[in-house]
């Protein structure tokens, strides 16, 4: 039985098993902090470095100079930007958020410390994102506050492979 929280995300509330499948909706990158974000067909996930090109990959990121291993790749969910339409007539698009991969189906807030599949990757989850005033600046709109608990989830990479648009995302 599908508890009604679960919503959108298909998590398995039962006791048994907290069972879901999410899909990859959509991939960017970025080689420097300030850049527009790059839609990809595929990325490179890289274990123990990020993506292929993109900025923390690459010591270009916001971020950089306070290096993290569990930031070598972010996950959103493509829920929260239909609710952020909806309940507060904010429009991003996939690209926006500044994350590398969007998700269909993937409960990110229930995955730290978890290990995943994106493809044939394996990542785990290491801790919530969090917004920053940067993606405001970048936007042009006041979505800080509304990000908060909603920013996604960043990842340590730790078997590499590609990832492509498509791709299932499932429970390791």
């Known amino acids: 039985m599908t508890s009604p929280d679960a919503g959108a995300a298909g998590l398995d509330a039962s006791p048994a098993a ?25 990325l490179t996930l890289i274990a123990g470095v ?21 930031r070598q790749i972010t996950l959103f969910e493509a829920e929260t930007l239909e609710a952020l339409r909806r309940d507060h007539a904010v429009i991003l698009s996939a690209g926006d958020h500044r994350r590398n991969v969007t998700t269909r189906g993937v409960p ?29 600046q970048i936007t042009g709109q006041e979505i800080f506050t509304l990000l908060l608990h909603r920013s996604g989830l960043n ?3 730790l078997e590499g492979g590609p990832a492509r648009c498509g791709d299932a995302v499932r429970p390791e």
């Open 50 to 70: 990020g993506v292929a090109g993109d900025r923390y990959a690459t010591g270009e990121g916001f971020y950089s100079d306070r290096p993290e291993d569990g």
């Open 18 to 42: 907290a069972t879901w499948a999410g899909t990859v909706e959509a991939l960017h990158l970025a080689p420097r902090s300030f850049l527009p974000m790059r839609s990809a067909a595929e």
């Open 155 to 157: 990842a340590r990479i």
């Open 108 to 136: 990110l807030n229930h995955l730290v410390g978890r290990r995943f599949r994106i493809g044939p990757a394996l990542v785990e989850g290491t801790r919530l994102s969090t917004p920053c005033r940067h993606i405001e």
